[in-house]
T-cell receptor
Framework: SAVISQKPSRDICQRGTSLTIQCQVD?????MFWYRQQPGQSLTLIAT?????????ESGFVIDKFPISRPNLTFSTLTVSNMSPEDSSIYLC???????????FGQGTRLTVV | GESVGLHLPTLSVQEGDNSIINCAYS??????FIWYKQESGKGPQFIID?????DKRQGQRVTVLLNKTVKHLSLQIAATQPGDSAVYFC??????????FGTGTRLLVSP
């Protein structure tokens, strides 16, 4: 299994500002995923990040709002830009397991926008 | 559209009982179905998965059943313990391109 560390674990931000969330994995992985989990709801995929290429965004998510970096095989960042209270959610980083059939998740970043 | 959903948002059981958490899906092209457990303040934790060509798979105290005819997935937890209290999500994946999560069921286990 992979060990995933996310930073920060939580933050309270002012509307209009941006927050960058970091995801560090203890092993090299090809694919990294960013999810959003709104309060009391399920997880929704934001984008898939592969090293050396632009992230692939799901419907309803755009690069200007959620820019992603993937500089190497163990690290990725997700930025939540120009935040509004509607962006208050848990943001989770995930990586593919070696079997290719499961995903490991970080503990998440709980974001509150005021 | 494609969706993965759950029948019951909250399930309350007594310690020692067996728990059954259900999930309905709509996309018959999925390769795998996965159950995750999410405890408060933590990310989802993999429990068990099942291939689309299987009907049943057993793990330690857990069993997943897949009924492709009615597009239904269930997670059975034997001898439920207070430590099993969490939110359980089913998810589907096709070639592991991405995971589509269900809405989640909260399991409450009373001592």
């Amino acid at each position: 299994s992979a060990v995933i560390s996310q930073k920060p674990s939580r933050d309270i931000c002012q509307r209009g500002t941006s927050l960058t969330i970091q995801c560090q994995v203890d092993s090299q992985v090809t694919m990294m995923f960013w999810y959003r989990q709104q309060p009391g709801q399920s997880l929704t995929l934001i984008a898939t990040a592969n090293q050396g290429s632009e992230a692939t965004y799901e419907s309803g998510f755009v690069i200007d709002k959620f820019p992603i970096s993937r500089p190497n095989l163990t690290f990725s960042t997700l930025t939540v830009s120009n935040m509004s209270p509607e962006d208050s959610s848990i943001y989770l980083c995930s990586v593919e397991g070696q079997s290719g059939t499961e995903a490991f998740f970080g503990q998440g970043t709980r974001l509150t926008v005021v | 559209g494609e969706s993965v959903g759950l029948h019951l948002p909250t399930l309350s059981v007594q310690e020692g009982d067996n728990s059954i958490i259900n999930c309905a899906y709509s996309n018959s092209a999925s390769d795998y179905f996965i159950w995750y457990k999410q405890e408060s303040g933590k990310g989802p934790q993999f429990i068990i998965d099942i291939r689309s060509n299987m009907d049943k798979r057993q793990g330690q105290r857990v069993t997943v059943l897949l009924n492709k005819t009615v597009k239904h997935l269930s997670l059975q937890i034997a001898a439920t313990q207070p430590g099993d209290s969490a939110v359980y999500f089913c998810a589907e994946t096709r070639g592991f391109q991405k995971l589509v999560f269900g809405t989640g069921t909260r399991l409450l286990v009373s001592p």
